[in-house]
């Protein structure tokens, strides 16, 4: 009886998927044709071109064979990859109002429930409200690092990775909801991450079968092939807890008189609420999402960075030693940087674009989606196509970013030909770049910065005190991050440890 029931199920999803394949064959109106790419394969298409492990090396070599766009065909999707500066201006910028939409996965927004997140949200009014309300709080907001990050680096350096964790949950969730995280095991902080993962694996294109054929998504948790529901379910929860709960607990503050300012409270005073009024209340929804989405994207945004910051410095310790020089010129021996000295630490800032350049957070970024068929320098581009931009590829451009674009060079930002990683592709394209740029690269200027006025950081040592290389790999998915890596973190001089001391005093 099993096994006729997995046939029966096997005979329906060939039956879906022919179905599928050839209500998603779009022919191109007569003298166009499809962007060049891997020639498809009858019935699945490009199936078995799209990568699963290393995926920004595949989207090198397409770019290299094909040119400034990439045309495949995944089981009737047509997916468009834009490779090169000219290309993402005209679609992203000019044409912004077809290449604005987001792709509607029954995976992330139907299973996961994702669909409240605005850096996923289709273009329309509703996406432009929680814009407009995180754009009004943090346009210019400047966050700043926690000393208490130094001292739990002074203390327990072998720990590095989890501090960053737990740094970047206590900025974000006191700036966003006025919650102090506990010390350790934070369970809203832990209950991020676990959203990360989940986002790191539905985000993929083409990893979850249910995204190329939807129907999929109304079959039982116990039908042969259907473990996604059952994952989907369990990551469905997360989520939910982490925009409802910590956004409940400011509400709560809030409602008992607190007077603790943060971004949840600040725009709930400003609406003074009335829960009859249907309208306030669609804007109390704008805030929590809008907060979640916050708590989430500067969670993985800041982690990351800082991993491939202090990867960089141990590969790099000519660069450091340069960094330290300016930071000690200009501050002396008695106090850690501010963020109104930027303008003064020319060279970390350039250490902070490079970071941004030499290993971008996520290789494709946020896809975008056709909101109607187009034709760009003679292809056609079918409605409903979703589109890439090939970050680290744009990243990498040597014609933009100079020879070497390869190897940790942070110099090469004092050239004035030279684009701004922080405001032109790292955080997105178009109107749907992540309008917390600013408070993004404010923080990792201030957190790079004091990390280097108190620390050194260098290969790891055995029990003998012995250096020995550093050993690394790169994730595979939809975040480009190192792997934790082991790594020697010591304070500079006594005379830094006195200042960790003092600023903690």
């Given at each position: 009886m099993a096994v006729f029931s997995q046939l029966i199920a096997f005979g329906c999803l060939l039956a879906a998927l022919y179905f599928k394949v050839f209500k998603g064959r779009r022919i191109p109106p007569r003298g166009l044709k499809f962007p060049p790419g891997p020639s498809p394969k009858p019935l699945i298409g490009n199936l078995l071109d799209f990568p699963m492990a290393r995926e920004w090396e595949t989207y090198h070599e397409w770019a290299q064979q094909y040119g400034e766009l990439v045309h495949i065909n995944v089981l009737g999707k047509h997916m468009l990859f834009v490779n090169s500066w000219r290309m993402a201006y005209e679609l992203f910028?000019?044409?912004?109002?077809?290449?604005?939409?987001?792709?509607?996965?029954?995976?992330?927004?139907?299973?996961?429930?994702?669909?409240?997140?605005?850096?996923?949200?289709?273009?329309?009014?509703?996406?432009?409200?929680?814009?407009?309300?995180?754009?009004?709080?943090?346009?210019?907001?400047?966050?700043?690092?926690?000393?208490e990050l130094l001292r739990r680096l002074n203390k327990s350096p072998e720990d590095y990775d989890a501090h960053?964790?737990?740094?970047?949950?206590?900025?974000?969730?006191?700036?966003?909801?006025?919650?102090?995280?506990?010390?350790?095991?934070?369970?809203?902080?832990?209950?991020?991450?676990?959203?990360?993962?989940?986002i790191a694996e539905?985000?993929?294109?083409?990893?979850?079968?249910?995204?190329?054929?939807?129907?999929?998504?109304?079959?039982?948790?116990?039908?042969?092939?259907?473990?996604?529901?059952?994952?989907?379910?369990?990551?469905?929860?997360?989520?939910?807890?982490?925009?409802?709960?910590?956004?409940?607990?400011?509400?709560?503050?809030?409602?008992?008189?607190?007077?603790?300012?943060?971004?949840?409270?600040?725009?709930?005073?400003?609406?003074?609420?009335?829960?009859?009024?249907?309208?306030?209340e669609d804007e109390v929804t704008v805030i929590k999402n809008t907060a979640g989405t916050m708590f989430l994207g500067g969670a993985d945004t800041t982690v990351s960075a800082m991993r491939a910051f202090l990867l960089a410095m141990v590969l790099h310790p000519e660069v450091q030693r340069k960094a330290q020089k300016e930071l000690d010129d200009f501050l002396g021996p008695g106090r850690l940087p501010e963020i109104e000295d930027m303008d003064q630490l020319p060279y970390i800032v350039a250490i902070a674009k490079?970071?941004?350049?030499?290993?971008?957070?996520?290789?494709?970024?946020?896809?975008?989606?056709?909101?109607?068929?187009?034709?760009?320098?003679?292809?056609?581009?079918?409605?409903?196509?979703?589109?890439?931009?090939?970050?680290?590829?744009?990243?990498?451009?040597?014609?933009?970013?100079?020879?070497?674009?390869?190897?940790?060079?942070?110099?090469?930002?004092?050239?004035?030909?030279?684009?701004?990683?922080?405001?032109?592709g790292a955080f997105g394209f178009g109107r749907r770049a992540c309008p917390g740029n600013t408070m993004a690269f404010n923080s990792l200027f201030i957190v790079f910065a004091s990390i280097l006025k108190v620390f050194n950081i260098s290969n790891p040592r055995d029990e003998n005190e012995k250096e020995f290389p550093v050993e690394y790999d790169w994730t595979s998915g939809f975040f480009f991050v190192p792997t934790p890596f082991k790594c020697t973190i010591k304070p500079r001089s006594e005379e830094a440890e006195r200042l960790l001391l003092y600023q903690n005093n």
């Open positions: 910028d000019k044409r912004s109002s077809i290449y604005s939409d987001r792709p509607t996965t029954p995976m992330m927004h139907d299973l996961m429930g994702f669909g409240w997140a605005f850096v996923f949200q289709p273009y329309g009014e509703w996406w432009r409200r929680h814009r407009k309300a995180m754009h009004d709080q943090f346009h210019r907001s400047v966050v700043s690092a926690k000393r960053l964790h737990w740094l970047t949950g206590a900025i974000i969730m006191e700036m966003t909801y006025g919650i102090q995280v506990k010390p350790n095991h934070d369970p809203y902080v832990e209950n991020a991450e676990t959203v990360l993962v989940a539905a985000g993929i294109p083409g990893r979850f079968l249910v995204d190329t054929l939807p129907f999929l998504k109304y079959v039982p948790e116990w039908f042969p092939g259907a473990g996604f529901k059952r994952k989907a379910r369990r990551w469905r929860q997360a989520i939910s807890d982490m925009v409802d709960l910590p956004f409940e607990a400011a509400r709560a503050k809030l409602e008992a008189g607190s007077t603790d300012a943060c971004f949840v409270t600040k725009l709930l005073e400003d609406l003074s609420l009335h829960k009859s009024d249907p309208i306030k490079e970071t941004l350049r030499w290993r971008p957070l996520a290789p494709l970024g946020v896809p975008h989606c056709t909101s109607q068929e187009d034709i760009v320098d003679g292809y056609y581009i079918p409605k409903g196509t979703i589109v890439f931009g090939n970050i680290v590829e744009l990243l990498h451009n040597e014609e933009h970013f100079g020879p070497d674009t390869d190897k940790f060079i942070p110099e090469r930002h004092f050239h004035p030909d030279v684009r701004d990683p922080a405001t032109t």
